[in-house]
C-alpha cells in the first residue's frame, strides 16, 4: 500500500469549502485492526456537524483532518492468519473519527469489534449508508426504547437517515408506529411500517398523537421546541429519547416535572448489533434508503445537501471502484 492516500479532509473547521481532496497519510494497521479499503462512505449531519466546528469542537487536535463514520469496503490485512475475516472479505462499519482517520478516504484501519460482513444484497454504496443511520435507531428505538408489540412509538423525522430505519425498527418488533414527516414521504413512511404519517408542515403532532409509550425525537428542541412538546403526547411514565440532548439543558427538570422520562443517546461502533441489522437487511425485512451520490471529490456539495435538509434517507460518497 502507498504511504499515502487520497482522502477529503479539512484544514481548519468552517463551511463545507473547507472540504477538499488532498494526499494524507494511509493508516497503519495495528494490533486487532482491520485494514480496510473504502469504497464508498455515508455522509450524514454529525459530519457536518464536526467540520463546522460544532461538535467535539476540541476533538480535532490534528489537521488536515479526513471526516466520515460510515464506510464499506473490501478487507485487505487482518491480525492473524486464522482471523474471522480474511483479505477480499466485503465489510462495512464505523470509524472512530476524530481519534483516527475518518471514511471520506481510501483506506481505514478499525478495530474489528467496530465491523461486520456487507450484506451481499447491498452494493457498496447502499451498505456505507447504513452503519451510523442504524444503530443510532437501534440504540434509541430497540435497545434504549424497548421497541415492542402493543406500544406505541412516536419517529419525528421518520424520512430520515435514522428515522427511515427506526420506523422500521420499531415496526419489525411489532410496535404501533407513528411518524412525523412531509406529506410528500407519506406514503413512502407508511411502505415501511407507520400506521400513523403526522404531516409536520400542516399538523401539529401533539393535537394528534396521545398516549404514547416512546418517542424517538431526531429533530431536537433548538427546531420548534420539538422535543419538550413531545413531553405532552407521553403516557404518564413514558419514555422520550433524543439524540440531541445538548440542545436541551432542562431536559431532566421538564420530563420529571410532566411524570415521564426522558433521556440523551450517543452512538458507538458496535459490530454484533451490526450483524443482527445486516441479516434484516439481506432478508429484506429492513430496506436502507440512498437519496443521492457523490464522488470524493465533491464532498463538498454533499455536505451541502446534508445542511440544506429534508433529504429521504442518507446521502453517500463513491470513494473508488469496488
Not at 463551511?15 to 450524514?44: F, Q, T, Y
Not at 489537521?63 to 474471522?84: K, M, W
Not at 422520562?261 to 432478508?283: H, N
Request: net charge negative.
Amino acid at each position: 500500500m502507498s504511504p499515502v492516500m487520497r482522502a477529503a479532509a479539512i484544514d481548519s473547521t468552517g463551511g463545507p469549502d473547507m472540504l477538499r481532496v488532498i494526499d494524507v497519510a494511509s493508516p497503519r494497521r495495528v494490533n486487532a485492526e482491520v485494514l480496510v479499503k473504502v469504497v464508498a462512505a455515508g455522509v450524514s449531519p454529525l459530519d457536518a456537524r464536526m467540520r463546522a466546528g460544532s461538535r467535539y469542537p476540541a476533538s480535532l487536535e490534528s489537521f488536515p483532518a479526513a471526516l466520515g463514520y460510515d464506510f464499506s469496503g473490501i478487507v485487505t490485512e487482518v491480525p492473524y492468519d486464522a482471523h474471522p475475516l480474511s483479505p477480499g472479505d466485503e465489510v462495512f462499519g464505523l470509524t472512530a473519527v476524530p481519534r483516527g482517520t475518518g471514511s471520506y478516504a481510501e483506506y481505514v484501519s478499525v478495530p474489528s469489534t467496530s465491523i461486520a460482513r456487507k450484506p451481499t444484497r447491498l452494493s457498496h454504496v447502499e451498505a456505507s449508508a447504513v452503519p451510523l443511520a442504524a444503530l443510532t435507531a437501534w440504540g434509541m428505538a430497540i435497545d434504549v426504547g424497548k421497541a415492542h408489540s402493543g406500544q406505541v412509538v412516536l419517529v419525528h423525522a421518520g424520512a430520515g437517515g435514522v428515522g427511515h430505519l427506526a420506523v422500521q425498527f420499531a415496526a419489525h418488533f411489532g410496535a404501533h408506529v407513528i411518524a412525523t414527516g412531509s406529506s410528500e414521504n407519506a406514503s413512502w413512511l407508511r411502505e415501511l411500517g407507520a400506521v400513523e404519517v403526522i404531516d409536520y408542515t400542516t399538523t401539529r403532532f401533539e393535537d394528534v398523537a396521545v398516549d404514547v409509550d416512546l418517542v424517538i425525537d431526531l429533530v431536537g428542541n433548538a427546531t420548534d421546541a420539538t422535543s419538550t412538546r413531545s413531553l405532552s403526547v407521553l403516557r404518564h411514565g413514558g419514555l422520550l429519547v433524543t439524540a440531541l440532548p445538548d440542545e436541551w439543558t432542562t431536559m431532566a427538570d421538564d420530563a420529571a416535572n410532566a411524570g415521564v422520562r426522558a433521556t440523551g443517546f450517543a452512538v458507538a461502533p458496535d459490530g454484533q448489533t451490526l450483524a443482527m441489522i445486516s441479516r434484516l437487511l439481506e432478508s429484506g425485512d429492513v430496506h436502507v434508503y440512498v437519496s443521492d451520490v457523490f464522488d470524493l471529490a465533491e464532498a463538498a456539495a454533499a455536505h451541502s445537501a446534508v445542511e440544506a435538509g429534508h433529504t429521504r434517507g442518507k446521502i453517500v460518497l463513491k470513494v473508488c471502484d469496488g
